[in-house]
């Protein structure tokens, strides 16, 4: 894998006229996790589609770059907080869906490997719904893994799992996306203090980038100066939506 | 006054039996599933018989079943003519027939705004149209063979097949399809991968439907027409000759040849959709 670019987001966005978010600049640093954060309705996950080059059904005034000037759409693995696996195809023909239908033959190698690294080597065989919620996420994390892109698009991915089973999916995310732009959409303070490299707070008028905790990703969850972030981070969301 | 006591007392102890069936012990037991429903069922039949023969009601009225059988088993080479033009040549082409042309037509509407909006409602409207003032034209334009009658079938399952098909594709919830475009998939990949196995549950209900529907409409075409065989046929001539323990055969006939179709269909659907919740347990 080369190495992961970074990406430059400018502009703005409206539906029908009416802003969306107002002229901002995102810039996910190069192989580091980047925190979108924000309340619900302020078109955090449109920026991420807007990146995925799906559509959002708002007009996007602005461009999106990669540092190598190379097209940013085919390099994106996109994960959502539904897991959104096949519920009739098992665990190794969901992480392997890329290749199978571009109607390729899927690694085998790398497929063994990637369920053994997210704890699922004994359940390739099983259906979506003979695994727990925390499985099937790791499942879609082996999944999002499988295409070896570099730049990773999380959508509030973790916000479904219970406290302990989501401290654990964040731990592994962070060890296996090592080396990848990614961006993480999330309305949780808590992750995005645990996870962020850099932290930005989104609101329909403004981005305010925050300070960072200096100790690395993925930090403890007791954690006080990580804690200390997290409180000003939901402080400053609550005064934004004021 | 002897049949009468003893139909009752049958009918009791019929009650009693599956009563203590189903609410004993072993009522989840597979046999006890398959006995309970042909304990009943059987009781039905000797009652009828019973009732039939002691109140002396007339053979036009009601014939007992045992006669029914009879002439079940006398005529079995009529019977199974009449089974092939009008299940085999008439209901099955037609539903084969109609249920292909809805996936077809569903596929289309699915890819064109312009066609849901157009064809939808004029489906609407053609499934509104009464079968007894259609088949007749049918009859008129196709023939009196199985061609009309099959014509008839595929003017009655195209739309609930197309409703359902349609239902059915758009199952797929907008994030799945999401996913599918970050793997740069084609609308044809995405189809037979995701939403077209999405969409089988919802298939395989119109499917189901349609198995009633299209022996239904077989049968009744033919009172508008047919050659001087068929399911339908024998019915109406049979009620005019007052031979209605042959109406009564015929309509074993269809009964057993509906239930058979139906059943295939749902067994296909259990092994084709075992994935979704309402094929567990």
Redesign the interface.
């Known amino acids: 894998m080369n190495a992961a670019p970074e990406i430059v987001v400018e502009g703005g966005a409206s539906i029908d006229g009416v802003p969306l978010f107002a002229p901002l600049s995102l810039v996910l640093r190069a192989g580091e996790w980047t925190c979108l954060l924000g309340g619900s309705g302020v078109g955090k996950s449109t920026v991420l589609r807007l990146i995925a080059g799906l559509q959002t059904g708002a007009t996007f005034d602005g461009a999106i770059r990669a540092s190598d000037d190379q097209p940013v759409v085919p390099r994106v693995a996109y994960m959502a907080q539904d897991d959104l696996l096949l519920p009739w195809a098992d665990v190794a023909r969901n992480v392997t869906l890329g290749a199978r239908l571009r109607g390729e033959k899927p690694d085998a190698g790398r497929l063994t490997r990637l369920l053994g690294r997210v704890g699922l080597a004994d359940h390739a065989h099983k259906k979506p719904a003979e695994l727990s919620g925390g499985q099937r996420q790791r499942a879609a994390l082996a999944r999002t893994l499988m295409e070896d892109k570099q730049i990773i698009l999380l959508d509030e991915p973790f916000s479904a799992l219970d406290a302990r089973t989501r401290a654990d999916m964040q731990e592994l995310a962070v060890e296996l996306l090592q080396g990848r732009t990614v961006l993480l959409v999330t309305h949780d303070p808590g992750e995005a203090a645990r996870l962020g490299q850099t932290i930005a707070v989104m609101s329909h008028r403004s981005l305010d980038h925050c300070a960072v905790p200096a100790s690395p990703a993925p930090r403890r969850v007791d954690d006080i100066e990580m804690l200390e972030a997290q409180g000003a981070l939901l402080r400053l969301l609550r005064e934004r939506a004021a | 006054m002897m049949l009468i006591l003893a139909a009752m007392l049958l009918w009791a102890f019929g009650w009693w039996l599956n009563l203590r069936l189903a609410e004993g012990s072993y009522a989840h037991t597979r046999a006890i599933q398959v006995t309970v429903p042909l304990i009943f069922g059987l009781t039905i039949l000797v009652v009828w018989e019973l009732l039939v023969r002691g109140l002396q009601v007339p053979l036009v009225i009601l014939p007992p079943p045992t006669m029914i059988a009879g002439r079940f088993a006398s005529s079995t080479s009529i019977l199974w003519a009449d089974f092939v033009q009008t299940f085999v040549k008439g209901a099955l082409s037609g539903y084969v027939m109609g249920c292909c042309a809805a996936f077809v037509m569903a596929i289309a509407v699915d890819r064109s705004t312009f066609l849901r909006m157009g064809l939808l409602p004029v489906g609407n409207f053609v499934a509104a149209l009464p079968i007894v003032g259609t088949a007749p034209i049918l009859v008129m334009w196709f023939g009196f063979d199985w061609q009309s009658k099959a014509a008839v079938v595929v003017v009655m399952v195209f739309f609930p097949m197309l409703v359902n098909t349609v239902a059915g594709l758009r199952e797929t919830?907008a994030?799945?399809r999401?996913?599918?475009?970050?793997?740069?998939?084609s609308y044809w990949?995405?189809f037979f991968?995701?939403r077209l196995?999405a969409a089988m549950p919802f298939i395989f209900n119109g499917l189901k439907i349609s198995t009633t529907l299209a022996l239904i409409g077989a049968i009744v075409a033919e009172f508008f027409g047919s050659p001087t065989v068929g399911m339908g046929f024998r019915i109406s001539t049979s009620v005019g000759q007052l031979a209605l323990d042959m109406v009564w055969a015929e309509i074993v006939v269809a009964a057993l040849a509906g239930t058979l179709f139906y059943g295939a269909v749902a067994m296909i659907e259990k092994v084709v959709?075992?994935?979704?919740p309402s094929q567990r347990g």
């Open positions: 919830t994030m799945q999401d996913l599918m475009e970050t793997y740069a998939a990949q995405s991968k995701l196995p959709t075992f994935w979704h």
